[in-house]
């Protein structure tokens, strides 16, 4: 207790000191430090810190380790919903007010203030400099606007919060004033002085931009920023009790965050140009109440944005009676750290007291960590604007220059100041905003006139009788608005109460629509209508509309014609019109017509087309029906009023269209009408500015009986403009009146008669909300912190190949994005800056999954220059070599160099991750085990129980994705490592034979599941082609072989549900949620089953397993003992971190599948619920969307679902660049790159060995897969498990995405298929057809032939779509003085006996006792050659290098069998000189299985001959002169069947170049047969004679 009174006795001193101290205050105003400033500093902290924590956050309120979606940042927290709502006013002196500021490094920068007051007063501030050229509102220097509707819009401005702190949507499209400044005296501009621009100086020019905001940084709230510079300033101030009451309640109400203002922009009518303004945002309020409401004395405002991305906002206020002197601000980083100013060095007494702007000056600020200096120069005079009326307040507004740590940037400042000075214009008073009742405050009548307080409720009358009951409280002069009564929403019910059968008709029609009942809905609809419509009406309901008219209008009432008007509820609203969707029923005369009209109205509720409208846009099949019964008048002139440009939504042009007669000619297109276009100034002022004559050539009139007519209009009429100019300008002003009565653009109905103005009917201007295309496209798109970031599709484009749903993006991009920052804080010991909802690390762009370079692995550098740990770590997402240097630049100066003891921790860290992986996948199957959703919805009966459960589903998501990354990061350290230790320290240069033998070690790989699918598949053909009737299933179509799987026979049934079972969550971009994985739809897996089978001669196994010993001896660059021993130990973890890679990626996909099944569910629920029209739409929908649309059914998120799905295949046909610099940007269609031969040559990154010829097929997309034939050479951007059907089939691979580990690399070596990833820009060089050749080894698909011949190319004895893929070798003749010297292309590292080209196992150089028995021709080995015969001249040739021998090949046999026979002797004279044929090298095909021994003796000589080689090496070898042979076949022949195709090779026999006599067309048509038996060598080389003489085709063998 003592201390208490204690601490009690200790202030009151502390108060009385304070209280009798003397302040000396500079300028009257600026309280200085006295004696007690310290002591009270300690306390004033304490006091904050104390209060900082008693209160909760106002923003981020995120845990990524919370068991909770919304704490996870799936979905935006309550606090930010709450921080971004409109702020209530209630006090005069309170507003709610946000900025938005940024600029660009081309001169460009914006300023945007809009601040909401009471009494529907809004201050809005906009100043725009493009090219040097300052734009600015046309009515400043003042700011006020009166009559402003609710939110964010103001004038030709709209602002709207689509996500609160993460989208925001910025419009506008009207005028501004070229800015032209002029100064003025002190007496004119008050106490401080003012320059402004005058509102007559500069030139109107129209401005239209439409910008969406993305954040950089989190919110960061302003009261964060009160502890340490807060305290500082209520120290200098007098401690009177009434200053502690104040300060106990003094609150900085607001926050800051730091992003990019990103669309289009158009200046003066020239072409929209693409901006990106960084900068920062504001949202702050005041209640009126507190230390805030005290009269400010001044303001200094500094927002800057550097070239570097770094961005600062720095406030400085002063308020007389209060805190004299308060410096705050934020400062973001280029590390995107962003962090409260701890201390800064202004001083408002020393800057620009008096008014007078500094051109220069400098201010030094502190973060915390590291003291700034920024220095501003200013670029021209500065700007004012007054505030409030009379004005009471000066800003003025200074463009500067500005350099912050040696970084250029651009600043915008703001020097307020109070202003007593005149004011030449007057205040105004708003009018009250028209705004409808809620239904519980009004009674519920059948039937009341418009001018009765309960028709302005909508949901009881509909919207348009509604709008008419407003337009009634109007006090307009000069407007008449017809009388009538409306028949309420309640009085349609009792109509159907009391006739059962009318209302199951109606419900009937709602069951059809949802899809709950079978029914033609065009029928069910036009039933309903005419049941309706027959029906008699409630006598009730006739006997109180009759009274109510009688009323109005007395006894003569049924003389009278009356128009009767459907009025739906949700019609006419602020989303969605209805125009025309509901009967109209002019000229009503009497009690039957006006009857009928009434039936007719209720029963057009029902129309097929109004029905669709709403289901279309999501709304209630069945909402209610109101009618209006209007008085109907006798209108000469009528038409339709926009009181802003429908097309642009120009607030400086109303548009008019008028017409004789009624004006139902003009509202259904009937006629032309006339067109006036009348301008409005800032100020109201109206002026007509064009009009165009229509033909008008009818009119609709009233009749006399009853209802209407069309008429002919008189051609002199119909020449002559049907509205005055007079009458024009009076409607224009009618219309600038209803704008500011109810807020917003309106859409006016109009009639005139006897000069007297009618409006029958005015709704809001829906079409102006629109999203543009741009806007679509952007909207997910992650902010860029600088115009030069360094992005990449290279590894998440094989997952994600093409534009994934909103849905994906707010789901599984999303827990990435959120697993991203826990694998950092787990590895750096760091928690990200950022919220995940800014995509920092996986950016998204035109809907595309991407990954930022400078923010994942190169801001970890641990050397100042490249080493090879770098290099490694591109190779993993890249796979191969990128030039990063500018990104590695850009990363170290943002980020610097890893300290040691960062360096040590992300080793331990690894190292951690590393040892606990096995506990990654155990956890991960565990979770995969417990994990349970609804995916049927039985426990979920509402759309609305089931998206709950489903979000509360999320958290599962995220740890088992979290467990997939980790395993992958794991796997991915230790293929670095394996590169490393491959490297021997950068011994080894990082090149082809590096790619090759990293391939090779990788290729040894196997246990991947995603390899498990093609060999069940695999295993499923054979089962299949088994069968006796095979030739049924391969004829079918596929749902007819659909049916012949699950029916014909039982074991196939079985095998084949087994599999779906097993693999059938799988699918082709199958970790979007739009992608249908083979469960749902297993027709494309049915056709690759049918492509299989009638290619069965390709069904078998894949290749085995390679130990380590076996692949070490195959690598191609030298390594040391130790290397070799640490590759040995790392390759089983390599080998181990790939399965248990696949391991949980398949348990990842089956988790999205589950959710996939989840979400169509809950599509499916809100069709029957009338919510969607289509189930697919589910996917376009962003989490936050689909509770908006749960809660609201608003018609403006159905329509945007709508326009994305429409815009997703355009999308998907964009490119990128493998590594995009700067702005993301599609590519253009590049020229494919020819070599010095002219073939067309790309290349890429080997992943898996072999060369092999065949023909192109270039698949853009799943479905042109469908067209693969057998050994046809994929070409396609990416692959996933989606394509893995298709590899049994194929004969290479290569793709435009992908590394060494990736999805179409694992597979392709499973296969042993040669495979080159990392071709950028083949899918537009080649095109399907096309014959190339595939180097595995070198990197490289070449065409030698186009898809379409050549009309003079010779007759061909075999098609392309038949041509083997190996023919024999045929030599070119040569003129030789004497007998032509054989050559023989061997590697110049062989210096006697030809040795094999590449590696042959000893397992593979068996071979089974069953191949000796084929006879083989036989041929003497020739004998080296002394003489380097002389060099023949280069010729362009496919093959212009030859592969390195290798190292570890094993010795040749000594005699090595060749098919050589003798050449005649007419063949050893000296031939005659012949030309050579430029004919490319073909291949030989397989032989068949029977070729006889009689075949085989003597080839047949090939037409064609090949050209000379490239380069001539020298011969090993010398053919005697008594035994010239002939062209022999090739040895190296690969068969398309082979699991690793073997490359072409000319070492194990020579050529000579003796002549061939011209011999006969041999036609060949030769079909492989399967021998799965035989252990297939991954070489060229063939291993025995048998297999030698197995290459060669049956009629040779002959």
Same mark, same amino acid.
């Given at each position: 207790?003592?201390?208490?009174?204690?601490?009690?006795?200790?202030?009151?001193?502390?108060?009385?000191?304070?209280?009798?101290?003397?302040?000396?205050?500079?300028?009257?105003?600026?309280?200085?430090?006295?004696?007690?400033?310290?002591?009270?500093?300690?306390?004033?902290?304490?006091?904050?810190?104390?209060?900082?924590?008693?209160?909760?956050?106002?923003?981020?309120?995120?845990?990524?380790?919370?068991?909770?979606?919304?704490?996870?940042?799936?979905?935006?927290?309550?606090?930010?919903?709450?921080?971004?709502?409109?702020?209530?006013?209630?006090?005069?002196?309170?507003?709610?007010?946000?900025?938005?500021?940024?600029?660009?490094?081309?001169?460009?920068?914006?300023?945007?203030?809009?601040?909401?007051?009471?009494?529907?007063?809004?201050?809005?501030?906009?100043?725009?400099?493009?090219?040097?050229?300052?734009?600015?509102?046309?009515?400043?220097?003042?700011?006020?606007? =009166?009559?402003?509707?609710?939110?964010?819009?103001?004038?030709?401005?709209?602002?709207?919060?689509?996500?609160?702190?993460?989208?925001?949507?910025?419009?506008?499209?009207?005028?501004?004033?070229?800015?032209?400044?002029?100064?003025?005296?002190?007496?004119?501009?008050?106490?401080?002085?003012?320059?402004?621009?005058?509102?007559?100086?500069?030139?109107?020019?129209?401005?239209?931009?439409?910008?969406?905001?993305?954040?950089?940084?989190?919110?960061?709230?302003?009261?964060?920023?009160?502890?340490?510079?807060?305290?500082?300033?209520?120290?200098?101030?007098?401690?009177?009790?009434?200053?502690?009451?104040?300060?106990?309640?003094?609150?900085?109400?607001?926050?800051?965050?730091?992003?990019? $203002?990103?669309?289009?922009?158009?200046?003066?009518?020239?072409?929209?140009?693409?901006?990106?303004?960084?900068?920062?945002?504001?949202?702050?309020?005041?209640?009126?109440?507190?230390?805030?409401?005290?009269?400010?004395?001044?303001?200094?405002?500094?927002?800057?944005?550097?070239?570097?991305?770094?961005?600062?906002?720095?406030?400085?206020?002063?308020?007389?009676?209060?805190?004299?002197?308060?410096? =705050?601000?934020?400062?973001?980083?280029?590390?995107?750290?962003?962090?409260?100013?701890?201390?800064?060095?202004?001083?408002?007494?020393?800057?620009?007291?008096?008014?007078?702007?500094?051109?220069?000056?400098?201010?030094?600020?502190?973060?915390?960590?590291?003291?700034?200096?920024?220095?501003?120069?200013?670029?021209?005079?500065?700007?004012?604007?007054?505030?409030?009326?009379?004005?009471?307040?000066?800003?003025?507004?200074?463009?500067?220059?500005?350099?912050?740590?040696?970084?250029?940037?651009?600043?915008?400042?703001?020097?307020?100041?109070?202003?007593?000075?005149?004011?030449?214009?007057?205040?105004?008073?708003?009018?009250?905003?028209?705004?409808?009742?809620?239904?519980?405050?009004?009674?519920?009548?059948?039937?009341?006139?418009?001018?009765?307080?309960?028709?302005?409720?909508?949901?009881?009358?509909?919207?348009?009788?509604?709008?008419?009951?407003?337009?009634?409280?109007?006090?307009?002069?000069?407007?008449?608005?017809?009388?009538?009564?409306?028949?309420?929403?309640?009085?349609?019910?009792?109509?159907?109460?009391?006739?059962?059968?009318?209302?199951?008709?109606?419900?009937?029609?709602?069951?059809?629509?949802?899809?709950?009942?079978?029914?033609?809905?065009?029928?069910?609809?036009?039933?309903?209508?005419?049941?309706?419509?027959?029906?008699?009406?409630?006598?009730?309901?006739?006997?109180?509309?009759?009274?109510?008219?009688?009323?109005?209008?007395?006894?003569?009432?049924?003389?009278?014609?009356?128009?009767?008007?459907?009025?739906?509820?949700?019609?006419?609203?602020?989303?969605?019109?209805?125009?025309?969707?509901?009967?109209?029923?002019?000229?009503?005369?009497?009690?039957?017509?006006?009857?009928?009209?009434?039936?007719?109205?209720?029963?057009?509720?029902?129309?097929?087309?109004?029905?669709?409208?709403?289901?279309?846009?999501?709304?209630? +099949?069945?909402?209610?029906?109101?009618?209006?019964?209007?008085? $109907?008048?006798?209108?000469?002139?009528?038409?339709?009023?926009?009181?802003?440009?429908?097309?642009?939504?120009?607030?400086?042009?109303?548009?008019?269209?008028?017409? =004789?007669?009624?004006?139902?000619?003009?509202?259904?297109?009937?006629?032309?009408?006339?067109?006036?276009?009348?301008?409005?100034?800032?100020?109201?002022?109206?002026?007509?500015?064009?009009? *165009?004559?229509?033909?008008?050539?009818?009119?609709?009139?009233?009749?006399?009986?009853?209802?209407?007519?069309?008429?002919?209009?008189?051609?002199?009429?119909?020449?002559?403009?049907?509205?005055?100019?007079?009458?024009?300008?009076?409607?224009?002003? +009618?219309?600038?009146?209803?704008?500011?009565?109810?807020?917003?653009?309106?859409?006016?109905?109009?009639?005139?008669?006897?000069?007297?103005?009618?409006?029958?009917?005015?709704?809001?201007?829906?079409?102006?909300?629109?999203?543009?295309?741009?806007?679509?496209?952007?909207?997910?798109?992650?902010?860029?912190?600088?115009?030069?970031?360094?992005?990449?599709?290279?590894?998440?484009?094989?997952?994600?190949?093409?534009?994934?749903?909103?849905?994906?993006?707010?789901?599984?991009?999303?827990?990435?994005?959120?697993?991203?920052?826990?694998?950092?804080?787990?590895?750096?010991?760091?928690?990200?800056?950022?919220?995940?909802?800014?995509?920092?690390?996986?950016?998204?762009?035109?809907?595309? =999954? $991407?990954?930022?370079?400078?923010?994942?692995?190169?801001?970890?550098?641990?050397?100042?220059?490249?080493?090879?740990?770098?290099?490694?770590?591109?190779?993993?997402?890249?796979?191969?070599?990128?030039?990063?240097?500018?990104?590695?630049?850009?990363?170290?100066?943002?980020?610097?160099?890893?300290?040691?003891?960062?360096? +040590?921790?992300?080793?331990?860290?690894?190292?951690?991750?590393?040892?606990?992986?096995?506990?990654?996948?155990?956890?991960?199957?565990?979770?995969?085990?417990?994990?349970?959703?609804?995916?049927?919805?039985?426990?979920?009966?509402?759309?609305?129980?089931?998206?709950?459960?489903?979000?509360?589903?999320?958290?599962?998501?995220?740890?088992?994705?979290?467990?997939?990354?980790?395993?992958?990061?794991?796997?991915?350290?230790?293929?670095?490592?394996?590169?490393?230790?491959?490297?021997?320290?950068?011994?080894?240069?990082?090149?082809?034979?590096?790619?090759?033998?990293?391939?090779?070690?990788?290729?040894?790989?196997?246990?991947?599941?995603?390899?498990?699918?093609?060999?069940?598949?695999?295993?499923?053909?054979?089962?299949?082609?088994?069968?006796?009737?095979?030739?049924?299933?391969?004829?079918?179509?596929?749902?007819?072989?659909?049916?012949?799987?699950?029916?014909?026979?039982?074991?196939?049934?079985?095998?084949?549900?087994?599999?779906?079972?097993?693999?059938?969550?799988?699918?082709?971009?199958?970790?979007? $949620?739009?992608?249908?994985?083979?469960?749902?739809?297993?027709?494309?897996?049915?056709?690759?089953?049918?492509?299989?089978?009638?290619?069965?001669?390709?069904?078998?196994?894949?290749?085995?397993?390679?130990?380590?010993?076996?692949?070490?001896?195959?690598?191609?660059?030298?390594?040391?003992?130790?290397?070799?021993?640490?590759?040995?130990?790392?390759?089983?973890?390599?080998?181990?971190?790939?399965?248990?890679?696949?391991?949980?990626?398949?348990?990842?996909?089956?988790?999205?599948?589950?959710?996939?099944?989840?979400?169509?569910?809950?599509?499916?629920?809100?069709?029957?619920?009338?919510?969607?029209?289509?189930?697919?739409?589910? *996917?376009?929908?962003?989490?936050?969307?689909?509770?908006?649309?749960?809660?609201?059914?608003?018609?403006?998120?159905?329509?945007?679902?709508?326009?994305?799905?429409?815009?997703?295949?355009?999308?998907?046909?964009?490119?990128?660049?493998?590594?995009?610099?700067? +702005?993301?940007?599609?590519?253009?269609?590049?020229?494919?790159?020819?070599?010095?031969?002219?073939?067309?040559?790309?290349?890429?990154?080997?992943?898996?060995?072999?060369?092999?010829?065949?023909?192109?097929?270039?698949?853009?997309?799943?479905?042109?897969?469908?067209?693969?034939?057998?050994?046809?050479?994929?070409?396609?951007?990416?692959?996933?498990?989606?394509?893995?059907?298709?590899?049994?089939?194929?004969?290479?691979?290569?793709?435009?995405?992908?590394?060494?580990?990736?999805?179409?690399?694992?597979?392709?070596?499973?296969?042993?298929?040669?495979?080159?990833?990392?071709?950028?820009?083949?899918?537009?060089?080649?095109?399907?057809?096309?014959?190339?050749?595939?180097?595995?080894?070198?990197?490289?698909?070449?065409?030698?032939?186009?898809?379409?011949?050549?009309?003079?190319?010779?007759?061909?004895?075999?098609?392309?779509?038949?041509?083997?893929?190996?023919?024999?070798?045929?030599?070119?003749?040569?003129?030789?003085?004497?007998?032509?010297?054989?050559?023989?292309?061997?590697?110049?590292?062989?210096?006697?006996?030809?040795?094999?080209?590449?590696?042959?196992?000893?397992?593979?150089?068996?071979?089974?006792?069953?191949?000796?028995?084929?006879?083989?021709?036989?041929?003497?080995?020739?004998?080296?050659?002394?003489?380097?015969?002389?060099?023949?001249?280069?010729?362009?040739?496919?093959?212009?290098?030859?592969?390195?021998?290798?190292?570890?090949?094993?010795?040749?046999?000594?005699?090595?069998?060749?098919?050589?026979?003798?050449?005649?002797?007419?063949?050893?004279?000296?031939?005659?000189?012949?030309?050579?044929?430029?004919?490319?090298?073909?291949?030989?095909?397989?032989?068949?299985?029977?070729?006889?021994?009689?075949?085989?003796?003597?080839?047949?000589?090939?037409?064609?001959?090949?050209?000379?080689?490239?380069?001539?090496?020298?011969?090993?070898?010398?053919?005697?002169?008594?035994?010239?042979?002939?062209?022999?076949?090739?040895?190296?022949?690969?068969?398309?069947?082979?699991?690793?195709?073997?490359?072409?090779?000319?070492?194990?026999?020579?050529?000579?170049?003796?002549?061939?006599?011209?011999?006969?067309?041999?036609?060949?048509?030769?079909?492989?047969?399967?021998?799965?038996?035989?252990?297939?060598?991954?070489?060229?080389?063939?291993?025995?004679?048998?297999?030698?003489?197995?290459?060669?085709?049956?009629?040779?063998?002959?």
């Amino acid at each position: 207790m003592w201390l208490i009174w204690t601490a009690l006795l200790a202030l009151a001193v502390l108060v009385a000191l304070g209280y009798l101290e003397k302040k000396y205050k500079r300028c009257g105003v600026y309280t200085q430090p006295g004696i007690c400033y310290n002591l009270k500093r300690l306390l004033a902290r304490a006091h904050f810190q104390f209060v900082r924590l008693r209160r909760s956050p106002r923003v981020n309120n995120y845990n990524l380790y919370a068991d909770d979606y919304v704490k996870q940042s799936f979905v935006p927290s309550p606090e930010d919903e709450d921080a971004e709502s409109l702020r209530p006013l209630a006090e005069p002196e309170s507003h709610d007010g946000i900025t938005f500021f940024g600029s660009d490094c081309e001169g460009r920068q914006l300023l945007i203030r809009l601040v909401r007051r009471t009494g529907r007063e809004t201050e809005l501030l906009l100043l725009l400099q493009v090219n040097g050229q300052l734009y600015q509102l046309p009515g400043m220097p003042d700011t006020t606007i =009166y009559n402003t509707g609710s939110g964010w819009r103001a004038g030709a401005l709209a602002i709207e919060c689509v996500l609160p702190m993460r989208l925001w949507r910025i419009s506008y499209r009207g005028q501004l004033r070229r800015c032209v400044t002029s100064q003025e005296g002190p007496e004119e501009a008050g106490d401080a002085g003012a320059t402004y621009a005058s509102p007559s100086a500069g030139e109107l020019v129209p401005v239209q931009f439409s910008l969406l905001w993305q954040p950089l940084s989190a919110p960061c709230d302003l009261r964060e920023c009160e502890t340490d510079l807060m305290a500082r300033a209520v120290a200098c101030e007098l401690w009177t009790p009434e200053f502690l009451s104040l300060m106990g309640s003094f609150s900085l109400d607001g926050y800051a965050q730091f992003g990019c $203002m990103r669309g289009q922009l158009t200046v003066a009518g020239g072409a929209p140009e693409e901006v990106f303004l960084r900068g920062p945002r504001q949202h702050r309020w005041s209640d009126g109440e507190g230390p805030q409401a005290a009269p400010r004395h001044r303001s200094l405002r500094l927002q800057a944005r550097m070239a570097d991305g770094s961005q600062l906002l720095l406030a400085a206020d002063s308020w007389r009676g209060g805190i004299s002197h308060l410096v =705050y601000g934020v400062y973001m980083g280029a590390n995107l750290h962003m962090s409260p100013i701890k201390s800064c060095n202004i001083s408002l007494p020393d800057l620009a007291e008096e008014g007078d702007i500094p051109s220069i000056f400098n201010v030094i600020f502190s973060d915390g960590k590291k003291e700034h200096a920024i220095a501003c120069i200013a670029t021209g005079s500065p700007i004012s604007s007054f505030s409030e009326r009379p004005w009471r307040w000066i800003n003025k507004l200074q463009v500067a220059d500005t350099c912050l740590d040696g970084v250029q940037g651009t600043a915008i400042l703001e020097f307020g100041y109070r202003y007593s000075g005149p004011c030449p214009l007057r205040p105004e008073i708003s009018l009250p905003l028209l705004v409808g009742s809620e239904l519980s405050a009004v009674e519920p009548r059948r039937v009341v006139s418009l001018a009765d307080p309960a028709c302005r409720c909508e949901a009881l009358v509909g919207g348009k009788a509604c709008s008419l009951a407003l337009l009634t409280e109007l006090d307009l002069a000069e407007v008449v608005v017809p009388r009538g009564a409306v028949v309420t929403a309640e009085g349609y019910r009792h109509q159907l109460q009391h006739q059962p059968e009318l209302r199951r008709a109606a419900e009937r029609v709602v069951r059809v629509s949802a899809g709950l009942e079978e029914g033609d809905l065009s029928q069910v609809c036009d039933s309903t209508v005419q049941e309706i419509q027959n029906a008699p009406v409630s006598q009730q309901i006739i006997e109180e509309l009759e009274a109510l008219l009688e009323e109005q209008f007395g006894k003569t009432w049924p003389e009278m014609r009356f128009a009767v008007r459907s009025s739906a509820l949700g019609e006419d609203g602020e989303e969605l019109s209805s125009a025309g969707q509901n009967a109209t029923v002019l000229g009503c005369r009497g009690r039957d017509q006006l009857r009928a009209g009434l039936a007719q109205c209720w029963g057009s509720l029902f129309a097929p087309h109004s029905v669709q409208y709403r289901r279309q846009h999501g709304q209630h +099949i069945h909402p209610g029906m109101a009618v209006v019964v209007q008085q $109907m008048v006798a209108s000469e002139v009528s038409g339709v009023m926009f009181t802003r440009d429908p097309v642009t939504g120009d607030p400086s042009q109303i548009s008019i269209t008028a017409s =004789y007669g009624l004006g139902e000619s003009v509202v259904s297109a009937k006629v032309d009408p006339d067109t006036i276009t009348v301008s409005r100034s800032h100020t109201d002022e109206l002026a007509v500015s064009s009009r *165009h004559l229509g033909t008008k050539q009818i009119q609709t009139v009233m009749t006399a009986a009853g209802g209407t007519a069309e008429v002919p209009i008189d051609s002199s009429a119909a020449a002559a403009g049907c509205l005055s100019d007079s009458a024009a300008l009076r409607l224009a002003r +009618i219309g600038v009146q209803l704008e500011s009565a109810f807020g917003g653009p309106r859409d006016v109905e109009w009639a005139i008669s006897k000069d007297q103005i009618f409006l029958l009917q005015s709704r809001p201007v829906t079409s102006l909300a629109g999203w543009s295309e741009p806007e679509l496209t952007h909207e997910n798109d992650a902010a860029l912190l600088t115009d030069h970031e360094c992005i990449t599709g290279a590894n998440t484009g094989e997952v994600l190949p093409n534009a994934i749903s909103p849905l994906s993006m707010d789901t599984i991009a999303r827990g990435m994005e959120i697993v991203s920052d826990t694998l950092r804080a787990f590895l750096m010991g760091v928690e990200n800056p950022c919220p995940p909802y800014t995509g920092q690390y996986f950016p998204i762009t035109h809907f595309r =999954y $991407m990954i930022d370079v400078t923010r994942t692995f190169m801001s970890s550098v641990q050397s100042w220059e490249e080493d090879d740990v770098e290099r490694a770590s591109a190779m993993t997402i890249f796979g191969h070599l990128v030039d990063l240097k500018e990104a590695r630049a850009t990363a170290i100066r943002r980020y610097g160099v890893l300290s040691r003891y960062s360096s +040590i921790h992300q080793q331990v860290s690894a190292a951690r991750l590393a040892w606990g992986c096995s506990g990654l996948v155990k956890r991960a199957q565990e979770q995969f085990g417990r994990f349970r959703i609804d995916t049927d919805g039985q426990r979920s009966r509402t759309a609305q129980q089931l998206f709950r459960h489903i979000c509360g589903q999320l958290p599962q998501l995220k740890q088992i994705t979290e467990d997939h990354v980790f395993c992958t990061t794991t796997g991915n350290m230790l293929q670095i490592a394996l590169l490393v230790t491959l490297s021997e320290n950068g011994q080894n240069a990082w090149n082809q034979d590096m790619f090759s033998s990293f391939a090779v070690l990788l290729s040894s790989c196997s246990g991947a599941e995603s390899a498990e699918v093609p060999s069940s598949l695999k295993r499923l053909s054979r089962l299949i082609a088994a069968t006796e009737d095979a030739d049924e299933f391969v004829s079918a179509s596929p749902e007819e072989a659909l049916v012949w799987l699950k029916t014909k026979h039982t074991v196939v049934a079985v095998t084949f549900k087994d599999f779906l079972a097993t693999h059938g969550h799988r699918a082709v971009a199958e970790m979007d $949620m739009l992608s249908t994985p083979w469960e749902l739809d297993p027709r494309p897996l049915v056709a690759t089953l049918q492509t299989m089978v009638k290619n069965a001669d390709s069904l078998e196994d894949s290749k085995a397993e390679v130990d380590v010993t076996q692949a070490l001896d195959q690598l191609k660059v030298t390594v040391s003992s130790r290397s070799r021993k640490g590759l040995a130990f790392l390759l089983p973890y390599v080998r181990q971190g790939v399965v248990r890679r696949e391991c949980t990626k398949s348990l990842l996909v089956r988790v999205h599948h589950q959710f996939r099944l989840a979400f169509r569910r809950l599509g499916q629920l809100m069709v029957h619920e009338g919510r969607l029209p289509d189930a697919e739409l589910v *996917h376009f929908l962003t989490l936050r969307e689909l509770q908006n649309l749960l809660d609201t059914r608003s018609p403006a998120i159905v329509i945007k679902a709508s326009r994305r799905r429409r815009l997703l295949p355009k999308l998907n046909q964009l490119k990128f660049a493998e590594v995009i610099r700067g +702005i993301p940007r599609p590519l253009p269609v590049q020229e494919p790159v020819r070599s010095a031969d002219g073939l067309v040559v790309v290349r890429g990154t080997p992943v898996c060995q072999g060369r092999v010829q065949g023909t192109a097929r270039v698949a853009r997309c799943i479905a042109d897969a469908a067209q693969i034939q057998r050994d046809d050479i994929l070409i396609t951007h990416a692959t996933d498990i989606g394509w893995s059907p298709y590899f049994p089939v194929l004969g290479g691979v290569v793709t435009e995405l992908g590394g060494l580990i990736s999805h179409g690399a694992v597979v392709a070596r499973e296969y042993g298929l040669p495979c080159v990833v990392g071709a950028t820009g083949a899918t537009d060089a080649f095109q399907s057809g096309d014959t190339v050749i595939l180097d595995g080894a070198l990197g490289t698909i070449t065409r030698i032939a186009s898809a379409q011949p050549e009309s003079e190319d010779s007759e061909k004895t075999e098609t392309q779509a038949d041509a083997p893929r190996y023919e024999p070798e045929k030599p070119t003749p040569k003129p030789q003085a004497e007998t032509p010297k054989p050559q023989v292309e061997t590697p110049k590292a062989q210096d006697k006996t030809p040795k094999p080209q590449a590696e042959t196992s000893k397992a593979e150089a068996k071979t089974p006792e069953s191949e000796p028995k084929t006879p083989k021709p036989q041929t003497e080995t020739p004998k080296p050659r002394a003489e380097t015969p002389k060099p023949q001249p280069a010729t362009p040739k496919l093959q212009a290098e030859t592969p390195k021998p290798e190292a570890n090949t094993p010795e040749p046999e000594a005699k090595t069998p060749k098919p050589q026979t003798e050449t005649p002797k007419s063949q050893a004279e000296t031939p005659k000189p012949q030309p050579a044929t430029p004919k490319l090298q073909a291949e030989t095909p397989k032989p068949d299985a029977n070729t006889s021994v009689s075949e085989a003796k003597t080839p047949k000589p090939q037409t064609e001959t090949p050209k000379p080689q490239a380069e001539t090496l020298k011969p090993q070898v010398q053919t005697p002169k008594s035994q010239a042979t002939t062209p022999q076949l090739q040895a190296g022949t690969h068969k398309p069947h082979v699991d690793t195709p073997r490359p072409q090779t000319e070492t194990s026999r020579p050529q000579t170049d003796t002549p061939t006599p011209q011999p006969r067309t041999l036609k060949l048509d030769v079909k492989p047969e399967p021998q799965s038996q035989i252990a297939k060598p991954q070489t060229g080389v063939p291993n025995s004679r048998a297999e030698a003489t197995e290459d060669m085709p049956k009629q040779l063998r002959e």
